[in-house]
């Protein structure tokens, strides 16, 4: 039997720091996880870069039912907390875009450092460890594993969601919340591609690997990024973010000249080249290919620019700045990068995460019911989430 004062169970992003969080306060500490690999998401997030925060993360760039539960852990430890440390290991990184920070080199050198960190806290880690049993006593919890009984007084789950099941998801902090009395939102698929209806499919697959600027509104939010075309679908930032917000059956707003007016140009154009083609004329903002297939797939005839006459011009520009798609679905937890729903925040401290009426249990990171947007949001949560059950269990 093996007694240590914390467990915390998952080794991803949120586990390891909370780890070494707590081991820097001179708690024992073993994380247990049952994959071969240890933080395999890691090494595959950003692209193999890892965007391991974002410069202007602030609670409203999560998903959550309670608006303000994430309030206090983003303040408690920030973007600029985690960027220190960074920096402090000598990890050169770079803004992509919109305030995401990406590794120069690789993302091995977040998970190094992450390793390195319990290491230097004396926290143990363990792979390949299946947690078969817990059961919680007056001082603490017991827990069968396929490595031997370990006992401990704070336990925390940090086992994620369910996407990327190759990479050791398992809905087994749900399980533990549900023995503990914690409710468990409703989970699916986030940042995650559309899949189409054939109808659209079978156009649009013709598309694949060109990608448009654009705006994707839905549920009243927007996010103006680019849109990938795929041959299963629609992929791409404004896509991934998007997907978070959509519901089954709705459909997807698309501008797709959404830093301009295209009326107005092609106005311009009409005045300038009445004789010249729609088609040519719009090749001057998209590429051909695209062009080609799309004129007839909206239903738009390919004439003279001058033959657009009254309001027939505007209603070409409209059908490009609010293209209307109703996805067929999503590709699931097989492709998405995170998942919505989780332990319900209502159960838990926002200051701490311990459980309200567990005394010694902890969720972090993305088992709760908070999902960041795309762009770095989501380590940030699993860093300020195990920061702060760091500082407590
Ligand atoms: P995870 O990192 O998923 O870790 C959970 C750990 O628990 C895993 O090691 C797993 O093996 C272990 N575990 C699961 N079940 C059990 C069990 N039964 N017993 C023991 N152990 C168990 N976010 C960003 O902010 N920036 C990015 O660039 C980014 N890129 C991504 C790319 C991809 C392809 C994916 C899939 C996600 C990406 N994300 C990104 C999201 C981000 O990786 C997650 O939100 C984050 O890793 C969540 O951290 P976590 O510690 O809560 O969970």
Redesign the pocket.
């Known amino acids: 039997m093996k007694k240590v004062d914390v467990i915390v169970?998952?080794?991803?992003?949120?586990?390891l720091f909370c780890a070494a969080q707590a081991g820097k306060r001179g708690r024992s500490v073993a994380v247990?996880?049952?994959?071969k690999r240890?933080?395999?998401?890691?090494l595959?997030?950003?692209g193999g870069r890892?965007?391991?925060t974002n410069m202007y993360a602030s609670h409203e760039n999560f998903l959550c039912d309670n608006k303000h539960f994430c309030k206090s852990a983003l303040s408690q430890y920030t973007q600029w907390d985690f960027i220190s440390l960074v920096a402090e290991y000598g990890i050169a990184y770079h803004e992509k875009t919109l305030g995401q920070l990406f590794c120069d080199d690789s993302a091995k050198d977040i998970l190094s450092m992450l390793l390195s960190e319990c290491d230097k806290a004396g926290a143990t880690v363990t792979n390949q460890?299946?947690?078969l049993q817990i059961e919680k006593g007056d001082s603490g919890f017991t827990l069968q594993t396929s490595k031997g009984e370990y006992q401990c007084e704070s336990l925390v789950i940090?086992?994620?969601?369910l996407?990327?099941p190759k990479?050791?998801?398992?809905p087994?902090?749900y399980k533990v919340a549900e023995q503990f009395g914690l409710t468990v939102k409703p989970t699916r698929a986030g940042l995650v591609p559309f899949t189409l209806h054939e109808q659209d499919k079978n156009v649009l697959a013709e598309l694949s690997g060109i990608s448009l600027d654009a705006s994707a509104s839905c549920n009243d939010i927007s996010f103006n990024e680019n849109i990938l075309f795929t041959h299963r679908g629609l992929s791409g930032p404004a896509v991934l973010q998007i997907s978070s917000f959509w519901e089954p059956g709705q459909a997807v707003e698309f501008d797709l000249y959404p830093n301009g007016d295209l009326y107005e140009q092609l106005h311009k154009a009409q005045q300038s080249q009445p004789d010249v083609l729609l088609s040519n004329a719009l090749a001057a903002f998209y590429p051909k290919r695209y062009v080609q297939t799309v004129l007839p797939y909206l239903g738009i005839e390919n004439k003279p620019l001058k033959q657009y006459q009254g309001k027939s011009l505007n209603e070409v520009a409209q059908a490009f700045h609010q293209w209307q798609l109703k996805p067929n679905g999503t590709e699931g937890y097989r492709t998405?990068?995170?998942t919505l729903g989780g332990v319900d925040t209502d159960f838990l401290s926002s200051k701490t995460m311990e459980a309200k009426d567990v005394k010694g249990l902890y969720f972090?990171?993305?088992?709760m019911d908070v999902t960041?947007w795309l762009?770095?949001?989501?380590?940030?949560?699993?860093w300020s989430s195990g920061y702060v059950a760091g500082q407590v269990v």
């Open positions: 169970i998952g080794a991803g992003a949120a586990g247990l996880d049952h994959a240890i933080g395999g998401k890691i595959m997030s950003g890892c965007n391991f460890c299946d947690v940090a086992t994620g969601g996407s990327m990479l050791g998801a398992s087994f902090g998405a990068e995170v972090i990171g993305e088992v960041g762009g770095g949001y989501n380590f940030q949560w699993a």
